[in-house]
C-alpha cells in the first residue's frame, strides 16, 4: 500500500481571538480559525466556528481537539 494524500488543510488564526483560562486542574486554550481546503476531489472553505481546543493538565500534558466544518 502506499501513501497518497487526500486532503490538506490550510488554517487562518485569528490571534486576537485566542482564549485562554487557568484553574487548579489546569488550563484550556481555544484558538479560533478558518481556512481553506484541498484535494484531487475536494476543495473548499472552513466555515465560521472552527475552533482548537487544547486542555493542560498539572503535569503539563497537552490535549488538542480541532473541531469545524468545511463547505466545497
Do not use: C
Request: proline share 3%; glycine share 16%; net charge negative.
Amino acid at each position: 500500500m502506499s501513501d497518497k494524500l487526500i486532503l490538506e488543510v490550510f488554517i487562518e488564526v485569528d490571534f486576537k481571538s485566542v482564549s485562554q483560562l487557568e484553574g487548579d486542574a489546569g488550563g484550556v486554550v481555544m484558538i479560533p480559525f478558518g481556512g481553506t481546503a484541498r484535494g484531487e476531489i475536494f476543495s473548499g472553505t472552513v466555515l465560521p466556528g472552527g475552533t482548537d481546543t487544547q486542555t493542560v493538565d498539572l503535569n503539563g500534558v497537552r490535549h488538542m481537539s480541532a473541531r469545524y466544518m468545511l463547505e466545497g
